[in-house]
């Protein structure tokens, strides 16, 4: 059973390494289609908003989803894409720092929050808190989470954990995943029995149910950040952005879970 749960957790992870490299590879060929590359987290809200903005922009924009440290660096590399939303402030910081969006169409979008979730027939049962026995609650399993070390939802995963004391007993229990999604698979599929992931992936996903969701000043704020890329060229990337920041986009995003930061227009 071990050697069964092992090899899983193994495809998994090549799994979704494989997504992150091939997650880009529609924008190629999405000629006269805004490219939005977005964080793998906004998937099922985005999906939503792209549908609705449809009317406003022409046409439905081609997104392709992933880790926002992956996208980032495919940016960087040339990839073309019109608008990246990341799902956190230091890789949006890390291609502006380089010139590779437009500063004056940035904006905090979104915001999240941490939670740790388990398989949905899970019986365990835990309050988060300073110095919480997390390690006796994963037991001989895994804790799955984005890599910590570049993956935004693992880096917020890490700092909570961190800050709540708890971080030196529970990192060689860690199952690093390429997404965040990736960890949430990980944990519907039993593969692993705990997991951090985001609670608007935790309202999409049927086969987990939170324990506890992490205190909001345990790790950095969750923001998602929005820009129109430099080198964008397609002329309805103003619309869409607009659409991104509309009553409409927010009233979706809100059912996802996700908290609205920026005005409606």
């Known amino acids: 059973m071990v050697a069964r749960k092992g090899l899983g957790l193994r495809a998994i992870a090549i799994a979704g390494f494989a997504a992150a490299l091939t997650a880009v590879m529609p924008a190629a060929h999405a000629e006269d289609k805004v490219v939005v590359f977005a964080a793998a987290s906004l998937k099922d809200g985005l999906d939503a908003v792209n549908k609705a903005c449809e009317a406003d922009v022409g046409e439905a924009a081609t997104i392709s989803y992933a880790a926002s440290s992956a996208l980032a660096r495919q940016i960087e590399g040339g990839a073309p894409a019109d608008i990246f939303i990341s799902a956190d402030l230091d890789w949006m910081k890390y291609l502006s720092d380089q010139k590779l969006t437009k500063p004056d169409t940035e904006v905090k979008l979104l915001g999240n929050e941490i939670v740790l979730v388990a398989p949905k027939d899970s019986?365990?049962?835990?309050?988060?808190?300073?110095?919480f026995d997390l390690a006796k609650l994963i037991g001989d399993g895994k804790l799955a989470m984005g890599d910590f070390k570049a993956v935004p939802a693992g880096k917020y995963g890490k700092a909570a954990l961190e800050s709540l004391g708890i971080w030196s007993?529970?990192?060689?229990?860690?199952?690093?995943?390429?997404?965040?999604?990736?960890?949430?698979?990980?944990?519907?599929?039993?593969?692993?029995?705990?997991?951090?992931?985001y609670a608007t992936d935790a309202h999409a996903e049927k086969g987990v149910k939170v324990i506890g969701t992490f205190p909001e000043d345990s790790h950095p704020p969750i923001i998602y950040p929005v820009a129109q890329t430099a080198d964008s060229k397609d002329k309805d990337?103003?619309?869409?952005?607009?659409?991104?920041?509309?009553?409409?986009?927010?009233?979706?995003?809100?059912?996802?879970?996700?908290?609205?930061?920026t005005p409606s227009n």
């Open 123 to 131: 019986t365990v049962e835990t309050k988060i808190e300073k110095g």
């Open 237 to 261: 990337t103003p619309a869409f952005l607009k659409c991104l920041q509309s009553a409409t986009a927010g009233a979706l995003f809100k059912e996802q879970g996700f908290t609205v930061l």
């Open 169 to 197: 007993s529970v990192e060689s229990k860690v199952a690093q995943a390429e997404n965040v999604r990736a960890a949430l698979k990980l944990v519907s599929t039993g593969e692993a029995p705990l997991g951090i992931v």
